[in-house]
T-cell receptor
Framework: GAVVSQHPSWVICKSGTSVKIECRSL??????MFWYRQFPKQSLMLMAT?????????EQGVEKDKFLINHASLTLSTLTVTSAHPEDSSFYIC??????????FGEGSRLTVL | KNEVEQSPQNLTAQEGEFITINCSYSVGISALHWLQQHPGGGIVSLFMLSSGKKKHGRLIATINIQEKHSSLHITASHPRDSAVYIC???????????FGPGTRLSVLP
């Protein structure tokens, strides 16, 4: 099946720094990518929907200046957590939707902000 | 907004048992997804189905569009099946997905 690669799988950073997470579709073109956040033992929470070549659509309550999303090509979307704080520590995961409607997920990125 | 519910929340089974996880949703949809999330966090898409039944190995997924209900069955369960199983349905606009709370399955040897 299709593969979505997410990098890095885990990252530790200091408070105030920015962290970039990449989501890459390896063998297909993804017109739409989704970014989620997941707290321990909770389900996925959609943060934003990213369409190639256009601005991301953010869910209510998600700060677009805090979580910068760029979908520069049909195979790459990036999430940048700017000026990270300890409360941003979480598990971030992306998914890509192909034209059939199927969803493929990245492996996730665990962010710890000290 | 589409509401997605799952039952049970937690399930412990002995190796070899037949397992059923249920999912119900409130708004009619075109297709539903079943996902598997391993302890490390990675998510695998198991099924996307819009009607009837699909089978892949020991996994079977069924959906009843009229009743807005889907089930995921695991036959001859194995400890490696231990994971969180999540169903996901499109939201009202069909653009994004609404995820169920997940069912945490533990299969004991």
């Amino acid at each position: 099946g299709a593969v979505v690669s997410q990098h890095p799988s885990w990252v530790i950073c200091k408070s105030g720094t920015s962290v970039k997470i990449e989501c890459r579709s390896l063998d297909f073109q993804a017109t739409t990518m989704f970014w989620y956040r997941q707290f321990p033992k909770q389900s996925l929470m959609l943060m934003a929907t990213s369409n190639e070549g256009s601005k991301a659509t953010y869910e209510q309550g998600v700060e677009k200046d805090k979580f910068l999303i760029n979908h520069a090509s049909l195979t790459l979307s990036t999430l940048t957590v700017t000026s990270a704080h300890p409360e941003d520590s979480s598990f971030y995961i992306c998914s890509a939707r192909v034209w059939t409607g199927e969803l493929f997920f990245g492996e996730g990125s665990r962010l710890t902000v000290l | 907004k589409n509401e997605v519910e799952q039952s049970p929340q937690n399930l412990t089974a002995q190796e070899g048992e037949f397992i059923t996880i249920n999912c119900s949703y409130s708004v009619g949809i075109s297709a539903l997804h079943w996902l598997q999330q391993h302890p490390g966090g990675g998510i695998v898409s198991l099924f996307m189905l819009s009607s009837g039944k699909k089978k892949h190995g020991r996994l079977i997924a069924t959906i009843n569009i009229q009743e807005k209900h889907s089930s995921l069955h695991i036959t001859a369960s194995h400890p490696r099946d231990s994971a969180v199983y999540i169903c996901a349905a499109p939201d009202n606009y069909g653009q994004n997905f609404v995820f169920g709370p997940g069912t945490r399955l533990s299969v004991l040897p």
